[in-house]
């Protein structure tokens, strides 16, 4: 177990990369603390794979540093870092048996047979795979088989870092779901820094202990779930965690008060000395439609649709913009009723986050 | 754990591998430079006294070049015909099953197995007493007893990779089965055609037994050309060194252009 | 495999190649069975001889003899070829253009006519003028292939491996080129040694193309027939006189048609045999593959 420095690190598949746009990964600068599990997500060709190859020993960074509690490892091979890793797609030895697989990576550092056998057999016993040990690896289904590098994955205690690399894409949800919280209980019970590359956002809000959000090739945001939904770092975040995401209007902030089309809202803060592209950005958790009380409180706004998700209700609004209408996601809480003459757009003032040029700008006392 | 280690071993076995598949090619292609007297005089590594007189020989004699003419004839229509007709039983057997299809598929492929020298004379008489001794016609249906099976077998393994899922929204789409094998799937199955077609080049070009058998003036292939001008003239080598270069070539221009292929193609689409 | 529909108008899609196969086949087999049965005194006068051809065959010592070195022959370049294509296949470059370099040259001695390829060993084993004979004979070691049993083996032997090891090579390679890099990765942070890659990642997936590569190499060196006999002429004696070349002085040297017919078959027999027992073993093994 070990804390992961990345000292400056930055990549670029290109041999003689000219501006920021050749880089497949930005300059980073982090310490990822021993012990945590964090998950790495984005979009597909956010550069998280990168990163991952980058910790894992496959691929040498073009700039930067990458460094093992404190010792450099960035010229280290695979072999040498002492990590697991799992991958997206099942990797079993085939003709080997269940057992030998598991084994396979004790046996080949020489292990005594007696603390294989009882690694083997706990192993076995988490994936749920004991009544198949002694079968050969090949025909096994896929699940099976991600199971099996799953648990290759987890059989020696001392690793680094535990690497997964999107591992539940070929699981089936029942499965999925099953996996993931024996993950996170084996994270309790060892304490292995473990890095969790995903595109899905349930997964890595509920793996993880920090989710790091990565965008374009840079990560713009590195926090706990809650900080991701209450204060998203990057419009990218504010959009990409939450189902729906959050609402970004384009405003004008005099003191604590935005000017948004329609109308003005209420903020929490007061943001002097803004520059560039500002918008504000609510959760639709934070929103509320409610019927016009002749106050003119609120945003004048129209419902276009009603999705019914279960718990929830997920209310389609639209607001009229400079140009054309511009949609507003709501979500309305459990028995709370929707109708047509909710008119009015009600934000809670202190869940405004407020963007400019994409980065959240912090409030100051108003 | 060095990484540069075992890729210098690679390269030295490799290195090793290709000298010893060149040398014998190199030293054809040193005789075919050199003068018959020069070649029986002294042992020379290269030629002293380079001469193109032996490929002039040959591309100014008919009876020499003809050959190359006729070999290039009937492996074009034996690849032709085997292509044509393997398609559509390639077809059937990748998606139909139907009486004896399990033994249909190896009885063709036993044809592949059938040893040339047991066919030799029985070609002969077959196509003498039907009147197509010596004919291009001849030599290339000779050859589709080895190469038909052989590009069934090769294209059924490329058409099994092709979902059947497409073939029945093209039906379902109303296209006929003529027109759905010609614009949709000959299409997909592209690559798996360009290799059947390399396969079968490849071994009509490269046989002698039948092809010699099978043919006396008019369509006497190259490889037959010269071993009975070598008989003949007795030691004219550097003839006969500068024919075998000129053997080599149709071949390396062919691997040249399906170089990016070969190595799915040998796998005869089964990887 | 099981999702295939029956459907017997399949036959009509068939029916071409059944066509093609039955005139370059099937109607030349009968005129082989025909002339196995029959004795003639010239003049295409024909008579039934029953199994006398099969019988006087298999009690004579010159089939038993050449199958005998068929099988022998056989046997050493598969020995050979196999691991060395195999060995070769795990050094090729995995791609660049240095592996294009590789592909092309290793697949030229595949397209060279096979009259040519005796030529040139021919030529390239002769004392005289061939750079091997004058390299052997120059280190003093007493090498003819025309003379001497083990030379003419040796020649024939590295003949057929010089020919044919880059197929077993360039199969062997298209399989580990279908190993995706994680395998690679994963035995790395194994710790798998070399050996542990090659025996539980490589080998495997090789296994299937490796099937074809020995069925093809056991199908056409048991058929051999044009490079020995271009290079020894069957010679010295009859010490490289494999089956096809024996088949062949029979039939169209000495025009023994009915013992030749008779030989053709039983030969044919062999074959068939031996690759039926393959093909069984190798479609198993798909049907095993294809069972994941």
């Known amino acids: 177990m070990a804390k992961i420095t990345l000292d400056n690190l930055a990549h670029s598949y290109l041999a003689n990369p000219k501006g920021p746009e050749d880089y497949a990964l930005q300059q980073l600068d982090h310490d990822w603390a021993d012990g945590e599990a964090y998950a790495l997500l984005g979009a597909s060709g956010c550069g998280k794979s990168t990163l991952l190859n980058i910790i894992s020993g496959l691929l040498r960074p073009s700039q930067g540093r990458i460094l093992f509690d404190g010792v450099d490892v960035t010229d280290a091979p695979t072999a040498a870092r002492n990590i697991a890793q799992v991958f997206q797609f099942p990797v079993v030895y085939d003709t080997m048996t269940v057992r030998e697989n598991l084994a396979f990576p004790l046996r080949n550092r020489g292990a005594d047979p007696a603390y294989i056998a009882e690694r083997v057999a706990s192993i076995a016993a988490m994936i749920g795979m004991e009544a198949t040990l002694d079968r050969k690896a090949r025909g096994l289904t896929a699940d099976a088989k991600q199971k099996i590098s799953l648990g290759r994955g987890m059989v020696r205690e001392d690793v680094n870092a535990l690497l997964f690399d999107e591992p539940l894409t070929v699981i089936d949800p029942q499965m999925k779901w099953e996996l993931r919280t024996q993950l996170k209980s084996l994270h309790h019970d060892f304490g292995h820094t473990m890095i969790y590359v995903t595109h899905d956002q349930t997964e890595a809000l509920t793996f993880a202990d920090k989710v790091v959000v990565m965008h374009e090739g840079r990560v713009v945001q590195i926090g706990t779930p809650e900080a991701l939904f209450e204060t998203p770092a990057h419009t990218f975040v504010g959009y990409f965690i939450g189902s729906p995401g959050m609402n970004l209007l384009p405003a004008e902030i005099e003191g604590t008060t935005a000017r948004v089309p329609g109308g003005t809202v209420q903020l929490g803060a007061a943001y002097p000395g803004l520059q560039g592209k500002v918008e504000i950005g609510v959760r639709p958790e934070y929103a509320r439609l409610l019927p016009d009380d002749g106050s003119g409180a609120g945003l004048p706004a129209r419902i276009r649709r009603v999705e019914d998700v279960g718990r929830h209700k997920i209310v389609r609004a639209e607001i009229d913009g400079p140009s054309g209408p511009l949609p507003v996601n709501v979500v309305a809480p459990e028995g709370a009723g929707v109708g047509l003459d909710q008119t009015r757009l009600h934000f809670d003032p202190a869940r405004i986050n407020v963007y400019a040029d994409d980065w959240r700008v912090e409030g100051a006392a108003a | ?271 | 495999m099981n999702d295939k529909t029956v459907n017997q108008k399949a036959w009509l899609l068939v029916l071409p190649v059944l066509a093609l196969v039955a005139f370059s086949a099937v109607i030349p087999l009968m005129t082989v069975v025909n002339y196995s049965v029959q004795d003639t005194f010239g003049n295409n006068q024909f008579f039934p001889a029953g199994l006398e051809w099969f019988e006087e065959l298999l009690a004579s010592d010159r089939m038993w003899n050449a199958l005998g070195r068929q099988v022998a022959f056989s046997a050493i370049i598969l020995a050979i070829e196999v691991p060395l294509g195999v060995f070769i296949a795990l050094n090729m470059p995995k791609r660049g253009a240095w592996a294009s370099v590789c592909l092309v040259l290793m697949s030229l001695p595949l397209l060279i006519p096979w009259n040519v390829v005796g030529t040139i060993w021919q030529i390239f084993g002769r004392v005289d003028i061939g750079l091997l004979g004058a390299t052997l004979a120059e280190l003093g070691i007493d090498y003819n292939y025309t003379q001497d049993f083990y030379a003419a083996w040796a020649t024939v032997i590295v003949m057929d491996v010089w020919h044919w090891t880059s197929l077993v090579a360039l199969l062997g390679y298209a399989g580990l080129q279908s190993i995706p890099d994680a395998y690679y990765q994963a035995a790395k942070i194994d710790q798998a040694s070399r050996w542990a890659v090659f025996r539980y990642i490589e080998l495997p997936k090789m296994s299937g193309v490796l099937m074809i590569a020995i069925l093809l190499r056991f199908m056409d060196s048991f058929m051999i027939y044009t490079e020995p006999f271009v290079v020894t002429g069957g010679g010295p004696g009859n010490d490289t006189t494999f089956l096809s070349i024996d088949l062949v002085k029979m039939a169209l040297g000495q025009f023994d048609l009915g013992p030749a017919a008779a030989f053709s078959l039983m030969y044919f027999l062999v074959i068939l045999l031996v690759s039926w027992v393959f093909y069984t073993v190798m479609t198993t093994m798909d049907a095993r593959e294809g069972r994941k």
């Open chain 2, 1 to 271: 754990m060095s990484r540069a280690r075992p890729r210098i071993g690679s390269a030295v076995v490799m290195t090793l591998y290709l000298l010893f598949l060149m040398l014998p090619i190199y030293w054809l292609t040193n005789m075919s430079l050199k003068t018959n007297a020069e070649i029986l005089s002294t042992f020379t590594l290269w030629p002293n006294d380079l001469t193109f007189a032996n490929y002039r020989t040959i591309l100014t004699d008919p009876s020499w070049y003809m050959g190359y003419v006729n070999s290039l004839i009937y492996v074009v229509m034996n690849t032709v015909i085997s292509i044509a007709a393997a398609l559509p039983a390639a077809y059937a057997f990748s998606r139909y099953r139907f009486l004896g299809d399990k033994h249909l598929f190896f009885w063709l492929l036993t044809n592949r197995m059938a040893p040339p020298a047991v066919f030799a004379l029985p070609f002969f008489q077959l196509y003498s007493s039907v009147g197509l001794f010596d004919t291009h016609i001849a030599v290339a249906l000779a050859h589709c007893l080895f190469n038909v099976p052989l590009a069934v077998w090769i294209l059924e393994g490329f058409m099994r990779g092709v979902p059947k899922e497409i073939d029945e929204t093209a039906y379902i789409d109303g296209y006929s089965f003529g027109r759905f094998f010609l614009r949709i799937f000959m299409p997909l199955i592209a690559s798996g055609i360009g290799v059947a077609a390399f396969f079968c080049f490849m071994f009509s070009w490269v046989e002698l037994l039948l092809s010699r058998t099978l043919t006396s003036v008019d369509a006497k292939p190259i490889a037959a050309t010269m071993t009975r001008t070598v008989s003949a003239s007795g030691l004219d080598w550097g003839v006969l060194a500068a024919a075998g270069v000129l053997t080599i070539l149709p071949g390396a221009l062919v691997i040249w252009f399906v170089r990016n292929y070969i190595a799915k193609g040998f796998a005869l689409g089964r990887v």
